[in-house]
């Protein structure tokens, strides 16, 4: 047997360290200390080494998540104290009558202190740590019992193997103290923690791309991604699934603990994520407040929630309050309202896409979903339709998630009459007549015909909007009127529109016409990438206009190249490549080009990298900045290497906020997310 040497022992030892911290800084404190290239470099050379010298196998090694054997069924598990479910609140008065009902109890006038907390909509799951290890994780099952579902939970990365020993200092994103600087924690010898498990709004849209690239039914939600990803038997599955954690409560412990809110800062110094929204101490007219500051939030966070988890703050008095044999008196949930409601389909028809594609679309019996009216919902294809079986007639129930447009989720089929009619999708496209095709192979049926007013239409409320020549105050129905009175037959014509011209279209006044006209010019300087994802081409999102923007470098290049030389491009393929390659041979779209570049529009071609003062910085954009527009603001961060999204989370790293900024402002805040103005980004990137 080979002879190991102490230097290997001791590179596995201080990697394995090294990967354990960096885990806790990224996914508990989300303050990462090295890039995510030097962590997976790391992990490679941790796991060569232990593939090299497998007597230095160790469950625990940050590189042994995945790897269990599957299992023919689980096992079950008694929970040493049951797993209750919370009472259910909907109302302000609910809450008052709680906080009346524990007083009463408890025989008290004072003032009782709350800790409340997002409702998480995921599955509540039980872990248990031995002398700092995890040892076994289950299920809630049916509160007594649950099933042993370790494997599966040891490949979720916001999940240690190990307990935190030396706590670093917290920069803690809540009221109170946290342990200061020198102090350390004892491990507990037993440690049950209890948590939600669920999938963000990001991780279900690419978990649902995938599942449909492999020909499999996308899910309905991300709980139900998350319970089908929890509950599988091979935990090689599991650990492809973007499951996260947030922990939010205890079950038996050694721990000498006073408080709720003392127990949550301890899971989090332990190394055990929770959640950021989080609020102690507050009396129950703080917490009423709190649940509509949440409320207006909910549709800005990564994920869903619910209602808000509002608990007695005190252990003591937790343990007098004790519990019903469903759930506990120390605690209710405040629901927010339903963001699935059931209503009727009044009608299907099809709407025709910029490509030619044929969407159909419900016309609902209008239902206030969450606080808005839903009265159109997608219904994604044929093939979408078929397989809910979604009639003419029926009652579905529609919903809504973050800004997405609303879907239907399923058929009731119990409210079935017999009187549904069965929808087909039309023969010829709705708005021109001509024969529609669904090429074998595809989801869509598309009109083929390129002269169609409704494709054309598309294509210039496309070539006009944010992320393309953004031309302020060309809206949709202005655009489908210039197309209907002949004065755009493609989006070149919208360079030789004038004030006069547009005057003559309904409600349009001089002043409007005339701030139109100086909007086209202004547009008419414009970057390579956006000039390309203008154009329309099929398959060149802003992405990819972007990669072919930086490779080919200017007009004519890309004009001239081949699909062998798109194709070599990385984050391009044959795909792509042939779908440019047929744009630019048609003589149509060059002529349509030449008219374009006859009006004077100028493409401004990248001189060459910039210095990239912002690599991975991630910024969110709210409200009105000074003198730049939102486009110009993201285009100037993504030149400067950094990153735009839409909504504040703790990974965020600068708000950028103008005037009347939204509600991001205050989540921003919340987290203690930095805010910046438009001076300070543009000396952040004068060099
Ligand atoms: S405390 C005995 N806190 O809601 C109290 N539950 O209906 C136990 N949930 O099964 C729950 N977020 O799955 C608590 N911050 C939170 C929660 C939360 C989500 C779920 C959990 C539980 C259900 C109770």
Redesign the pocket.
């Known amino acids: 047997m080979k002879e190991i040497d102490a230097d290997i022992v001791n590179k596995v030892n201080a990697l394995r360290k090294a990967l354990h911290r960096h885990n806790y800084l990224y996914y508990v404190l989300d303050d990462p200390e090295v890039s995510d290239a030097e962590y997976d470099r790391m992990m490679l050379e941790l796991t060569a080494l232990e593939e090299a010298w497998p007597e230095l196998y160790d469950p625990d090694s940050p590189t042994s998540r995945v790897g269990a054997p599957p299992l023919s069924q689980f096992e079950t598990i008694a929970h040493s104290i049951p ?4 009472g ?1 609140a909907f109302t302000d008065s609910d809450i008052i009558d709680f906080d009346h009902r524990v007083r009463k109890i408890l025989r008290t006038d004072d003032e009782i202190l709350y800790t409340v ?8 799951v039980e872990l248990v740590y031995e002398k700092g290890k995890l040892i076994v994780a289950s299920t ?1 099952g049916d509160g007594i019992n649950g099933e042993v579902i370790t494997a599966n939970v040891r490949t979720i990365r916001s999940v240690p193997l190990l307990l935190q020993v030396n706590t670093p200092t917290l920069p803690s994103p809540f009221k109170g103290e946290g342990l200061g600087g020198g102090e350390k924690r004892n491990i507990p010898l037993r440690l049950e923690v ?1 948590g ?1 498990v669920f999938i963000s709004h990001e991780g279900f849209k690419i978990l649902n791309e995938e599942q449909l690239n492999q020909n499999l039914p996308p899910f309905a939600n991300p709980r139900n991604a998350a319970a089908g990803s929890l509950r599988q038997l091979d935990s090689s599955i599991t650990a492809k699934r973007p499951l996260e954690i ?1 922990f ?2 205890v079950g038996v412990t050694d721990l000498r603990l006073k408080s709720h809110w003392e127990t949550l800062q301890t899971l989090q110094e332990l190394g055990l994520r929770i ?1 950021p929204l ?1 609020r102690s101490e507050i009396t129950i007219e703080e917490a009423v407040d709190y649940y509509k500051a949440l409320g207006d939030k909910r549709h800005l966070l990564p994920y869903d ?1 619910d209602g808000m ?1 509002i ?1 007695v703050d005190d252990l003591s008095l937790q343990t007098k309050l004790g ?1 019903t044999s469903r ?2 008196r120390w ?1 209710i ?1 405040y629901k927010f309202k339903a963001m699935q409601e059931t209503t009727r389909v009044l009608n299907i028809d099809v709407q025709v896409g910029r490509t030619g594609v044929l969407t159909p679309v419900a016309h609902l019996q209008p239902v206030n979903v969450g606080g808005a009216m839903v009265r159109r919902a997608t219904l994604h294809n044929e093939d979408e339709i078929e397989r809910k079986d979604i009639r003419i007639g029926d009652t579905v129930l529609v919903q809504r998630a973050g800004d997405v447009i609303p879907e239907v989720v399923k058929v009731i089929e119990s409210k079935r009459t017999g009187l549904e009619r069965i929808f087909h999708m039309p023969l010829n496209c709705p708005v021109c007549g001509s024969i529609v095709i669904r090429a074998k192979g595809e989801t869509a049926t598309r009109c083929i015909n390129a002269t169609c007013l409704a494709q054309l239409k598309e294509r210039i409320k496309h070539f006009s909007s944010k992320g393309a020549f953004d031309i302020d105050g060309l809206g949709d129905k202005l655009v489908e009127q210039l197309v209907d009175k002949g004065l755009l037959a493609s989006y070149a014509d919208i360079f030789y529109l004038d004030a006069v011209k547009i005057e003559g279209m309904e409600r349009m006044g001089a002043r409007s016409a005339e701030k139109l006209a100086c909007a086209i010019e202004k547009s008419k300087k414009i970057k390579f990438n956006r000039f390309l994802y203008a154009l329309g081409i099929r398959h060149v999102g802003e992405h990819v206009a972007k990669i072919l923007a930086r490779e080919f470098k200017s007009l004519d290049n890309l004009l001239d190249a081949t699909e062998k030389q798109i194709e070599a491009v990385e984050g391009a393929g044959s795909v792509i490549a042939e779908s440019v390659v047929n744009f630019f041979k048609q003589n149509t779209n060059r002529e349509v080009i030449s008219r374009i570049l006859d009006s004077n529009v100028c493409i401004l071609f990248q001189a060459g990298e910039k210095e990239r003062t912002l690599e991975d910085k991630v910024f969110v954009l709210t409200g009105t900045l000074e003198d730049l527009t939102r486009n110009q603001a993201k285009e100037m961060i993504e030149a400067a290497g950094g990153r735009v999204s839409g909504s504040v989370s703790r990974k965020t790293d600068y708000l950028l906020a103008g005037s009347s900024p939204g509600s991001k402002l205050s989540l921003a805040k919340d987290l203690g997310v930095e805010i910046i103005d438009q001076a300070t980004l543009q000396k952040m990137l004068s060099p």
């Not at 797993?83 to 919370?86: A, G, I, V, W």
């Open positions: 797993m209750l479910s919370l259910n907390e997002p409702k998480l909509d995921g599955l509540a809630r209890r939600e947030f939010y409560g959640n989080i929630i988890v608990k519990s759930s506990p605690a949930a």
